[in-house]
């Protein structure tokens, strides 16, 4: 049996080429809602620009996804950024 943050890592590059078909992009919240119809638990975040004094990332912003994996109850749920060029988990 394969550990489940393999599984995820294959449904994920498979959602997002779906996407990519599809619509010509890599929607989050469409990633977040095709993942979660196959069961797992998640939650879509959204990176803020930074404040004051950080001028260069006045502009910056992005999406991901922490999604919550039975086989890592004790440590950081991974990280998912959908817009990379290839799915990464962090």
Do not use: W
Request: hydrophobic share 40%; charged share 20%; with cysteine.
């Amino acid at each position: 049996m394969r550990p489940p943050s393999s599984q995820l890592l294959e449904d994920v590059r498979g959602f997002r080429a779906a996407l990519l078909r599809e619509e010509g992009e890599v929607c989050t919240v469409e990633l977040a809602s095709r993942l979660s119809l196959v069961g797992y638990g998640l939650s879509v975040r959204k990176a803020l620009p930074g404040a004051s004094g950080t001028s260069c990332f006045r502009n910056l912003s992005h999406e991901f996804l922490l999604v919550s994996l039975s086989d890592l109850v004790h440590s950081r749920p991974p990280l998912i950024v959908p817009s990379a060029p290839g799915p990464r988990l962090r």
